[in-house]
C-alpha cells in the first residue's frame, strides 16, 4: 500500500494520542484514591463498631452508678427514718433493733459510696474513651472526605483530558487517507499501530532489524508503507531512521 510519507508520520501523532488515551482510560477505571477510599471506609466502619461498643460500656457504667446512688439515697431515708423512731421510742428492745438496722445501714452505705467512688471513677474512663474514639472517627471521616473529594476532582480532570485527547485525535485522523487509517486501526488491535524506526530498531516492539530485513525496508520506496517483521506495526521512515 503507497501513502505519502508525511501522511505516515501523522500516524505517529495518532499512536502517541491512543497511548495517552489508553493510560487515561486506565486511571479513570482505576483512581489512585479508590484503594485509599476503600480503606478508609473499611477503617470507619472498625471505629464506629468500637464507638457503639465503648459508648455502650459506658452506659453500663452510668446505668449501675445511678443504681447505686438510688441505693444510698434509700439506705441514707431509712436510716434518717431509724434514727427518728429511735429518738421517739422507749423500749428498749425496739432501741436496740433500730440501732442494729442504723449501724447496718451505716456499714452499707459505707459501701455504697465506695462503689459510687469507683464508679465514678470508671465512667470518667470510659467517657474518655468515647470522645478518644469518636475523635479518631472524626478524623478518619473527614480524610475519607477529603481523598473523595481529590478523586472526584480527579476524575473530572481525566474526563476533561480524555475528550481533549479524542477531539486531537479526531483532527489528526480527519488528515489521514481511509485506506492508510485502516491499516493502522487492523494492527493497533493487537500492538502498536505504528511506530518510529530509527537507529535499526522498530519503536513498537524495540527489535533491531536483522541485516536482510533491514536491506529489505532500505529498499523501500518513502511512499510504500513498510511494516515491522516482528511486531507487524507499521515503521514511519523519517531524517531519524538513518536509511
Partial sequence: MKSAPSDQQFLLDVASLDMRIERAEQARKNPPQAGR????????????????????ARD??????????????????????????????????DAQALESEIDALAARIDGLET??????????????????????????TAEGQRVSG??????????????ALKRDRGAVVSRLPEQLFADYMRIAKRTTGAALFQHGTCGG?????????LAVLKGTADDEVAH????????????????
Fill in 37 to 56: 477510599v476503600n480503606e478508609l471506609i473499611a477503617q470507619r466502619n472498625e471505629q464506629g463498631r468500637a464507638l457503639i461498643d465503648r459508648t455502650n
Fill in 60 to 93: 453500663e457504667v452510668k446505668t449501675e452508678l445511678a443504681r447505686v446512688e438510688s441505693d444510698i439515697d434509700i439506705a441514707k431515708k431509712r436510716q434518717e427514718r431509724d434514727r427518728q423512731r429511735l429518738g421517739q421510742t422507749a423500749i428498749a428492745r
Fill in 115 to 140: 462503689s459510687e467512688l469507683e464508679l465514678m471513677e470508671s465512667l470518667q474512663a470510659a467517657e474518655k474513651a468515647v470522645v478518644e474514639q469518636q475523635a479518631a472517627l472524626d478524623e478518619t
Fill in 150 to 163: 481529590e478523586g472526584k476532582a480527579a476524575m473530572q480532570a481525566l474526563v476533561d483530558e480524555l475528550e
Fill in 205 to 213: 516492539c524495540h527489535m533491531a532489524l536483522s541485516r536482510s530485513d
Fill in 228 to 243: 515491522c517483521p516482528e511486531c507487524g506495526c507499521i515503521l514511519v521512515r523519517t531524517a531519524e531512521s538513518g536509511l
